[in-house]
């Protein structure tokens, strides 16, 4: 009951090597592309290391979330757990994004950050200088979290958080589009401390290896094991289920994120038999097609089998649809490892520190 890849499993499969002479002029001719894409970026990151390019400050502490590759690395429940952080400690919260593929209101990532945060306001768009102010006048926010915020370097943030995928850490050594890397490996100098998720997936000696990689990048950054820990299942008319209902159950999953094996994987060590799997680019939004498509599909699955998706993509589920089966998603919050005092103790200083006045 597999599925041809689509888009985005087709490019990740070319650029991780897929072999074939077809596929190997393919990465030839993106190499190419990539090369004046790195010249770009290099640029862009002098000028604003230089002054060249004016870096703002907002009358708020700002933390940015963000990361070195194309997506999957995890950042919305990252973003969810530093907001009810600052929340627990009296703090007024917003978080900022770029809203990318947001068609109309709010994208998939803001759609489920509102579901578990609802008290927070999130302000998407283009300028996250204008939005920054606008967070500060309108709500008096203390606290600022950049979501997908590291390449974002017109707005000052007092704290920078990458968050390297463990299970894909550099995005397939190449910038993008013959890899996944929006910038050089060399530019994660800049955080103040690194995030590796999905830790729970990679074996301790690779997760070793992966530390001293970037320990030589970023010498002063600490390192932060965490994982993604899946919670419950739920549904769109908010039903729960316990993860219990997936053991030893056959699954039909689908989802439209950056790092799809990463959640096939932790249904399998759920304990799930996955059957039936469907993979759509990330951030794809679900026509009027795809729902008749989904729905054939799910009705030609054994009655015991269970169809799961991610939280991020049963947001953009269509409510008026109606379904002839529940369709549940996986939550999941981010769960430190190793590293817990020294992250916390960064984000504390962030709740003593004065505000920046605007320059």
């Known amino acids: 009951m597999e599925r041809p890849l689509l888009s985005g499993d087709r490019y990740r499969a070319l650029v991780r090597g897929q072999r074939g002479f077809g596929p190997a002029i393919a990465r030839c001719a993106l190499r190419a592309v990539s090369v004046p894409y790195g010249w770009t970026v290099r640029l862009r990151n002098r000028l604003y290391d230089r002054g060249g390019l004016r870096i703002h400050r907002a009358n708020a502490r700002v933390v940015s979330v963000g990361n070195l590759t194309l997506g999957g690395t995890g950042k919305t429940p990252c973003v969810g757990y530093l907001a009810r952080f ?3 400690r009296h703090q007024r919260v917003a978080i900022l994004s770029r809203g990318y593929r ?31 102010a606008k967070a500060v006048d309108e ?15 017109r707005l000052y943030r007092d704290l920078d958080l990458v968050l390297i995928d463990a299970t894909d850490p550099w995005g397939h050594g190449y910038l993008f589009p013959r ?15 690194v995030l590796l998720t999905r830790c729970n997936q990679v074996e301790a000696n690779e997760r070793g290896r992966l530390r001293e990689a970037i320990t030589r990048f970023a010498p002063h950054a600490p390192v932060v094991e965490t994982s993604h820990r899946p919670i419950e299942l739920v549904s769109a008319n908010r039903c729960q289920a316990g993860l219990d209902e997936l053991v030893g159950r056959p699954v039909a999953a689908f989802c439209g994120i950056g790092n799809p094996m990463a959640f096939r994987q932790t249904l399998t060590d759920l304990g799930a038999k996955v059957v039936g799997w469907r993979t759509y680019a990330d951030h794809h939004r679900y026509s009027l097609k795809d729902m008749e498509d989904l729905q054939a599909w799910a009705a030609g699955l054994p009655t015991d089998c269970l169809v799961v998706t991610t939280e991020k993509d049963l947001v953009k589920l269509p409510r008026s649809h109606s379904w002839t089966r529940h369709v549940w998603a996986l939550r999941i919050s981010l769960h430190i490892e190793i590293g817990e005092r020294v992250l916390h103790d960064m984000l504390n200083k962030m709740v003593t520190r004065p505000s920046r006045m605007s320059a």
């Open 102 to 132: 947001a068609a109309s209101g709010l994208n998939d990532e803001a759609l489920v950050l509102n579901e578990h945060l609802p008290k927070v306001p999130h302000l998407q768009g283009a300028d996250r200088v204008a939005l920054a």
């Open 86 to 88: 600052f929340q627990e």
């Open 139 to 153: 709500f008096d926010s203390d606290v600022l979290v950049l979501d997908d915020g590291f390449q974002h370097r």
């Open 179 to 193: 890899g996944l890397l929006r910038e050089p490996a060399v530019e994660l100098r800049r955080a103040s401390v």
